[in-house]
Structures are given as C-alpha cells and as structure tokens.
C-alpha cells in the first residue's frame, strides 16, 4: 500500500551532526529490519538512512537518501533506494502528497524528467524561472548557466551527473531550497562552496555569485564545476 514520507525517521546523517555519530546504532537496527538493507549500508555508509515508524504499515522499511550511492546510475528524479524486510526495492521519489512512488529509468526514456521543455541555450545568457522554496513559497529567480561551462559539463556527463542536473532543470516549478538540506531531495540547494545541483555525484556545478545564506535568491550564475565534494 502507498506509503507516506512522514512514516519515516531519519535516523543517520553524516553531514548533520546531531545524527553523525548514529552510524553504528544505525547498523546494529538494519540489522534488525533487513540484511540486504544492512549489506547495502555497509558500501554505502555515507548516505541518510530513514526506518519506517514501527507503528506504520507498508512494505517499506528503510529508505537510503540517493546523494552518495556509490557505483550506482540514479535515475534523474529519484530521492530514495528502498527495501523491504527481506528485499531490496528499487528507487523512489516523492509525489506532491509526500508519498513514496516507484521511480525507475524506464520511467525516463530520454534521461530527463520534468515539466519544462528543455532548451539549454536559454539559460547561458540566463532565463528567469518559478522556484518554489520547499515551504509553499513561490519566488522569481534567473538561472544563468554559460555556454563554456555547459560545454565542461556535457563532456563530463554522468561524472557530473548531467542528466540529474537536466531532470531539476524541468521541474515546473524548480525546487530551489535551504529546506532541501534535509529533505534528501533532487532541487538546487546551498552548500559552504556554493549554491549546487544536488546529484548523486561527488563532481558538482557550482553557482557562488550569491551568498548560501540568502533565503529566496534572485539570480544564480553556475559558472564553475568543483570536484570532490
């Protein structure tokens, strides 16, 4: 049956640090709710794990952010990798009622999905977009991406995670939110170098002409790419 996001508990985050120091309660429960969920920890310790309120019911046990799957292709608009009790799912987002839906790549033919025809030239000199801010507000932000950086960008493909970066570019509106640092999901959000695309690559597109503590930015230029974050 569906089930909702907020039967979930993030229980592991290695970039919040009241959770950081879980890793080891968190193994010793994913013991307890799935082996395989458990195994796919073991190599993939870094991302956000989210366990299944006892109470709730559903197929759903644990949940894996997506951001730092290692070795993995991670379907443009996919949030989560999930698993049962004994099985392990496929991937995840969430719908706008916040609840868990199927994701699979054959449910993105041409690498990208989104409600936004796709015309990257109409960014390189900037193209003003809907951004929505993850808590209902809407606001007018200008995207520029230069053409000499979307040409580094298209001949590092998925080392920088360009279908993601073009899935996030269709949304309608875009998700552009400091709120998204923990909500695991696909959107533009700030991180200490800069404001990025959240992929699932550690090779990032970087925007740092506006401070990551602006709330509801106006413009972002993304004019440089970053590696290793």
Request: aromatic share 10%.
């Amino acid at each position: 049956m569906p089930q909702k996001f907020a039967d979930f508990e993030l229980v592991f985050d290695p970039f919040n640090i009241a959770l950081k120091g879980n890793r080891e309660p968190t193994k010793t429960k994913l013991m307890n709710r799935s082996a395989k969920a458990f195994t796919f920890f073991s190599r993939n310790s870094n991302c956000k794990v989210y366990l299944k309120d006892a109470k709730k019911v559903g197929d759903v046990e644990v949940l894996f952010g997506t951001d730092a799957l290692l070795g993995m292709t991670v379907p443009s608009m996919a949030e989560f990798r999930a698993f049962t009790k004994s099985e392990e799912l496929g991937f995840y987002r969430l719908d706008p009622s916040k609840t868990l839906v199927e994701w699979d790549p054959e449910d993105e033919p041409d690498g990208v999905v989104g409600g936004k025809p796709l015309n990257m030239a109409e960014y390189h000199a900037g193209k003003a977009r809907t951004a929505d801010n993850g808590g209902g507000f809407t606001f007018t932000c200008t995207i520029t991406i230069p053409k000499d950086t979307w040409e580094q960008v298209k001949k590092l493909g998925a080392g920088i995670g360009i279908k993601q970066i073009e899935g996030i570019l269709q949304q309608d509106p875009i998700l552009i939110s400091q709120k998204s640092k923990i909500q695991g999901v696909r959107c533009i959000k700030p991180e200490p170098y800069g404001w990025i695309f959240s992929t699932s690559v550690t090779t990032r597109l970087v925007a740092t002409n506006t401070p990551t503590s602006t709330v509801n930015p106006a413009t972002l230029t993304f004019d440089g790419i970053e590696s290793g974050h």
